[in-house]
């Protein structure tokens, strides 16, 4: 099994900045990729960013140019910087450990969330 634990959310202003980060511990050897997931208030888990091998990167056009994913794999760590925040940002950020295809694929093991709050 592979536990992923979150953390860096809070609460910042509009415009702020906040970096959150993931640990990975347990079977991490089946880990192929990782990848952060929002979920804000009555919406549906979306895909905010993911990394796999090398330069296998993507992310969710709403946050292109202002987030920035990266992995530690000496760390089995996943981490996410958050530039430029917006309230429409506001939700729990999940970290996910999955595998990559053409793209992200996630599987069963996920973080427990760790809130984001924008103000304005």
């Known amino acids: 099994q592979v536990q992923l634990v979150e953390s860096g959310g809070g609460l910042v202003q509009a415009g702020g900045s906040l970096r959150l980060a993931c640990a990975a511990s347990g079977t991490t050897f089946i880990i192929k990729a990782m990848a952060w997931y929002r979920q804000g208030p009555g919406k549906q888990r979306q895909l905010v960013a993911a990394?796999?091998?090398?330069?296998?990167?993507e992310y969710a056009d709403s946050v292109k140019g202002r987030f920035t994913i990266s992995r530690d794999n000496t760390k089995n760590a996943v981490y996410l910087q958050m530039n430029s925040l917006k309230p429409e940002d506001a939700a729990v950020y999940y970290c996910?450990?999955?595998?990559?295809?053409?793209?992200?694929?996630?599987?069963?093991?996920w973080g427990q969330g760790t809130q984001v709050t924008v103000s304005s």
């Open positions: 990394h796999g091998n090398g330069e296998q990167i």
């Open positions: 996910s450990a999955g595998l990559w295809g053409s793209n992200y694929v996630p599987t069963s093991h």
